[in-house]
């Protein structure tokens, strides 16, 4: 399983329970300890092995009204005095989760961070890579699966420069397409991973996303899938997808 299967598995297994994270998790080598951590209505799981941990976020669960309004708020605050800015509701997601992963990870902060999640959980996982990254820890990788823009430019490069950042966005999945980059105000950050209708991970040009997007509404519609843009947001076909890509 190569470390993007390992990834989108773990943003999958961070919307269950403890108690059903416990009964689908499958150790790995190396594996010492999970930690669930909550504050606020955001949650996240860190997995301590024994030269990494590896950190990933909740997405957004429709039915948590403080999950909605996060992902309706399209202003944005200053993350730093160096010109980041950063969206307003993720980065307040991902700061109440801050003093947790401190907490749990005191002892261990010479150790290789991995993050990851999907949806809501990763930009909370952008946030938080660059929260750590700020105040010197080592993450290595920032995998994200179907996120949204988190913010503008400067606060993208440096997280790109200092981490590798990998974005996957399936086909139609109408969640990494917004905020809109309207002025410059959001970017995508990143290296894309564009899963097309055919199932295959590839790096293509707009035009040729274009064309792909038509596509897979038509492979959609032939099925009698009218939400397209919905569907291909699901964390479960994104895991999917990767593990049959590899094949």
Not at 118 to 138: D, K
């Amino acid at each position: 399983m190569n470390l993007a299967e390992y990834l989108s598995e773990m943003s999958r297994l961070s919307y269950l329970t403890p108690t059903q994270f416990d009964e689908e998790f499958i150790p790995d080598d190396g594996y010492i300890n999970k930690t669930f951590i909550q504050a606020d209505n955001a949650e996240g799981y860190i997995i301590e092995f024994q030269e990494t941990i590896v950190l990933a976020f909740r997405g957004t669960q429709p039915s948590q009204l403080k999950d909605v309004t996060a992902d309706l708020k399209f202003w944005r605050i200053d993350a730093e005095t160096n010109g980041e800015k950063v969206h307003s509701g993720f980065w307040k997601e991902a700061f109440s989760l801050f003093p947790a992963v401190l907490k749990n990870t005191a002892d261990s902060d010479h150790k290789n961070f991995i993050i990851t999640g999907h949806s809501l959980g990763g930009a909370m996982a952008v946030v938080m890579a660059g929260f750590l990254l700020r105040i010197g820890y080592n993450v290595s990788d920032l995998y994200t699966f179907g996120q949204p823009r988190v913010g503008n430019q400067q606060f993208c490069r440096r997280i790109e420069r200092d981490c590798n950042w990998q974005r996957f966005v399936n086909n139609n999945d109408i969640v990494p397409r917004v905020p809109l980059k309207m002025g410059g105000v959001f970017y995508d950050g990143g290296n894309l991973n564009y899963i097309n209708c055919y199932g295959q991970i590839r790096q293509l040009s707009w035009w040729q996303s274009v064309k792909d997007s038509f596509r897979g509404r038509w492979f959609a519609w032939k099925k009698k899938q009218w939400f397209d843009s919905f569907y291909d947001h699901a964390i479960w076909l994104y895991r999917d997808l990767i593990i049959e890509a590899k094949k």
